[in-house]
């Protein structure tokens, strides 16, 4: 039985594939041009120069080589041992001390759900506890489902801000945030937490798809169907709840949204927002995402948000 890993991780970026971890970049965002190029060279090479991370992840099996000279044919990209994906932070602090900030992690569109995430995350986890980096902060699109379900249900992190449009039209050329507002939640994730020691190192999760604690008075909204079989806002949305916890629903498909309407998935984006600033803004925090699975196969995510306990007693 061969159980050598099919994906091979390199912690330290050799100056050898520095242009392909560039063009990488450029293709999982489909960007070209100077700004484009330019800058993310820029920040790969500050991220390893000034204590940050790198990461770099190869195909050692993933595909079969009759499969990957195929793909060499059809583009000339796939010739050789190029990276399949990477990973950048930078080394940062704030009041509370030191901390990695995840800036980038993309994965070559061809091995898209691969686990190749995964295993870039596990490597970063591996990687801040050789080098005692006590936490990791990052961002992600709150209407990602896939994400919530990430970075919040398996990796254990947990969220008390948001940014409001959060990138400028600098970074939002791409395909995914050109048009849109590119709000975001702050992720913080403590690496010697026991939250997060038993999901990445035990495998210990809640059960994704228990949504025996959501109820009409616990939840703050709704998305509902339209005709076309795309998400929307539904009439229910509430700012007045103080209860703990509070269920906030998201679409479980927005890529299919935006790609049949923009200015309609801004819509539904503003309203969730909304909710966002005003719950986080009173004490509010997330700490959980499960999937809600209704008897006609629709399946509907929530995130569930805590309220601290000192913020409970007072009336905001």
């Not at 120069?49 to 583009?75: C, H, Q, S, W």
């Not at 569109?109 to 990687?127: H, Q, S, T």
């Not at 970074?171 to 050109?178: A, G, M, Y």
Request: proline residues 4%.
């Amino acid at each position: 039985m061969n159980d050598k890993p099919k994906v091979r991780i390199e912690k330290y970026l050799r100056e050898s594939i520095l242009n392909d971890v560039v063009e990488l970049e450029k293709r999982v965002w489909k960007k070209e041009g100077y700004r484009e190029v330019n800058a993310p060279m820029l920040y790969f090479e500050l991220a390893y120069l000034t204590n940050g991370l790198v990461l770099t992840a190869f195909d050692d099996g993933i595909y079969t080589p009759e499969k990957r000279a195929k793909m060499a044919e059809e583009d000339s990209w796939y010739t050789g041992d190029r990276p399949i994906g990477f990973l950048a932070c930078f080394a940062d602090f704030d009041r509370r001390g030191s901390f990695w900030y995840g800036a980038r992690m993309g994965v070559d569109r061809l091995y898209w759900d691969k686990n190749i995430g995964d295993e870039l995350v596990r490597a970063m986890y591996e990687c801040a506890k050789e080098r005692g980096v006590p936490r990791i902060r990052w961002t992600y699109d709150p209407l990602v489902s896939r994400n919530g379900y990430i970075y919040i249900h398996r990796m254990g992190a947990t969220v008390r801000e948001i940014g409001f449009n959060y990138y400028s039209a600098v970074f939002t050329s791409d395909e995914f945030n050109r048009g849109i507002s590119t709000d975001r939640l702050i992720v913080e994730w403590p690496i010697h937490s026991d939250r997060v020691r038993e999901r990445v190192e035990k495998g210990i999760l809640p059960p994704l798809y228990d949504a025996s604690e959501i109820t009409s008075e616990n939840t703050i909204n709704s998305v509902e169907m339209d005709e076309q079989g795309l998400e929307k806002p539904g009439e229910k949305l509430v700012f007045n709840l103080t209860v703990s916890p509070l269920f906030m629903e998201i679409p479980y498909d927005q890529d299919k949204l935006l790609r049949a309407d923009r200015a309609r998935a801004q819509i539904l984006r503003d309203k969730i927002r909304g909710l966002f600033m005003h719950y986080l803004a009173r004490g509010y925090v997330v700490k959980g995402f499960v999937v809600k699975k209704e008897a006609n196969g629709r399946r509907r995510p929530f995130y569930r948000l805590d309220r601290d306990a000192e913020w409970r007693f007072l009336n905001l």
